[in-house]
């Protein structure tokens, strides 16, 4: 963001101002010990409860398996003040000048750095990821904001000149209500992601997180209103299915903003069709890291462990298909065996741990069971694969495995088709360039596609025929909120990130200049 960033970072100072601590909704932070009992709904400026009553969901820590809190799924009284506080909210938002929206934005973003390790805290006890990542998160999520803040001043329409003096112009106009439905992988930054570009172009917003990480989308609602944004402008409603197709179907919600897998992605777009709502979806993949035998060995090495093992393999764009070109496959293999095998595992919580818990333990079981699946299939596990106790007693109920990378995978195995979302690599050889094109566009997904090799020519010609919506040279898994990011094929329909989201959250709306007289032909 390099310019821009210190420009806004300039501007945030002046407007800093000390920032009240947030309401006490823990007793203390580690592996453990944490309560949620405040409510995790927040709309009209507030956190509320829900109106159903009766029936509550539990919500897990995966680092230890206690109940961390209880969820209150919100129906159609909940959602109805939520759209109600964000319908109103988008008519005093949308009239603000983009100058006025950023200056908010900014403070938010602000807030955020201030709150950073409490947010980062959460993220890991709702999550499991590690708090290195989750710091990262917070900081991709703050980034974001930053971003659209600088932008929202710059919407702008274009001046068309026509005969006789007359003239036409476009005014880029926010949509109005935006419902955001988030994945459990990026609980804050999936909420800030699709909040951003949103507030930016002039809507409001209500988010609903997924039910199994419900806890930090709602620091950001209380962090946006901290800033001075009015009362409804970003609501929170959790639950599951029901609450999320309450939203989709709300006559007032005027686009659907979604992140989770392909089935409840082709959901969301039909129930949004009802209603000829835009729709933006960022959905699952299967994507593939192809390695030629001129790579920097190095650099290819971590890029294959970037590409499978962040955030317990729980990444939408991960390089799980590693494609390795075969005179180097051994030596490739070695090496990233040695490594996988010494990431630490254990509480996420610890600043040396590497990898935490997975989501849930269905979530877990479901991992290991590919795992299962690829052995009766002839993938030889040359290592990890396995449930993982770590020694600390209050860790033992947790989530954990070890890592694992599959060899000797072909192209027909299920854990090469299938996305598995854990930390779960599949080698594959190949021999040509031409060959391993062909086999690694071989599939309905295209998020995400990577590259090693020292040949700048082949780098290009490789990426110009993959068929993924973002496609990495000599690197993997770099998400600068600068540059857009979503998917081709059946990963996705619009993007996040970048400039032209602004699209995706705004319409043009036409205005003709009549100069002269009516020329009638009546
Ligand atoms: N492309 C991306 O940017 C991206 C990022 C993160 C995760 N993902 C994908 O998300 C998936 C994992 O996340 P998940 O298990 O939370 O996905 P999911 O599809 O099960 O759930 C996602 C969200 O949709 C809600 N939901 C479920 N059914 C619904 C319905 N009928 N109507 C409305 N809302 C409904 C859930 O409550 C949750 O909030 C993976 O496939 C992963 O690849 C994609």
């Not at 390695?291 to 650099?299: A, G, K, M």
């Not at 939408?316 to 030596?331: A, H, K, M, P």
């Not at 596990?381 to 860790?395: I, M, N, T, Y």
């Not at 990011?485 to 059946?490: H, I, Q, T, V």
Request: with cysteine; aromatic share 6%; glycine share 10%.
């Amino acid at each position: 963001m390099g310019d821009t960033r210190s420009m806004l970072r300039g501007l945030t100072v002046v407007l800093r101002r000390p920032h009240a601590a947030p309401p006490a909704a823990v007793r203390c932070v580690s592996s453990g010990t944490v309560d949620i009992t405040v409510p995790l709904n927040f709309w009209a400026g507030k956190r509320r409860t829900s109106h159903e009553k009766g029936h509550k969901e539990n919500v897990y820590e995966p680092a230890t398996g206690r109940v961390l809190c209880h969820l209150e799924p919100c129906g159609a009284v909940d959602i109805n003040q939520a759209v109600n506080a964000a319908k109103s909210a988008f008519g005093h938002w949308s009239k603000m000048s983009g100058m006025e929206r950023m200056k908010i934005m900014i403070e938010a973003a602000h807030i955020i750095e201030s709150r950073r390790e409490e947010i980062a805290e959460m993220e890991v006890v709702n999550n499991g990821k590690s708090i290195t990542e989750a710091r990262l998160d917070v900081d991709s999520g703050r980034l974001c904001i930053e971003y659209y803040a600088g932008l929202a001043s710059t919407l702008a329409g274009q001046h068309v000149q026509l005969p006789g003096g007359s003239f036409a112009y476009t005014r880029r106009e926010p949509l109005g209500v935006c419902v955001g439905i988030g994945a459990w992988n990026y609980p804050f930054q999936i909420a800030s992601w699709k909040s951003a570009p949103a507030l930016a172009c002039g809507n409001s917003m209500v988010f609903k997180p997924s039910p199994v990480t419900p806890v930090t989308a709602v620091l950001l609602a209380e962090i946006y209103a901290q800033a001075g944004a009015p009362d409804g402008l970003f609501n929170v409603v959790q639950g599951s299915q029901e609450t999320g197709s309450l939203l989709c179907h709300h006559p007032d919600v005027a686009k659907v903003s979604f992140t989770g897998s392909v089935p409840t992605g082709k959901k969301i777009m039909e129930m949004a069709s009802r209603g000829v709502k835009p729709v933006t979806l960022e959905l699952g993949g299967k994507s593939p890291l192809l390695i030629f035998q001129d790579s920097d060995l190095e650099n290819a090495v971590r890029g294959a462990l970037m590409a499978n093992f962040l955030s317990q393999g729980q990444v939408c764009s991960n390089g799980t298909r590693v494609f390795v070109q075969r005179d180097i496959l051994s030596e490739f293999v070695e090496e990233v065996v040695k490594r996988t095998q010494s990431i630490e595992i254990g509480d996420p919580l610890l600043e040396t741990t590497r990898m935490g818990a997975l989501v849930s333990k269905p979530h877990l079981e479901k991992v290991l069971s590919f795992v299962e699946q690829a052995k009766k299939e002839g993938a030889s596990v040359l290592c990890g694969g396995e449930p993982f106790v770590p020694s600390d007693p209050k860790l033992k109920g947790g989530y954990y495995m070890t890592p694992c990378v599959l060899g000797d995978c072909t192209d027909e195995m299920t854990c090469v088709k299938e996305e598995i979302f854990g930390p779960v690599m599949s080698v594959l050889s190949f021999e040509t360039e031409e060959e391993v094109l062909h086999r690694a566009n071989n599939t309905t997904l295209g998020l995400a596609a990577g590259v090693f090799t020292r040949d700048v020519r082949r780098a290009h010609r490789v990426v110009e025929h993959l068929k993924a919506g973002s496609c990495f040279i000599n690197n993997y898994n770099i998400t600068p909120v600068e540059v857009p990011f979503g998917g081709f094929k059946m990963s996705g329909i619009g993007r996040e990130n970048g400039q032209v989201t602004i699209e995706h959250y705004s319409q043009l709306k036409t205005v003709f200049v009549e100069m002269g007289d009516v020329d009638s032909l009546f």
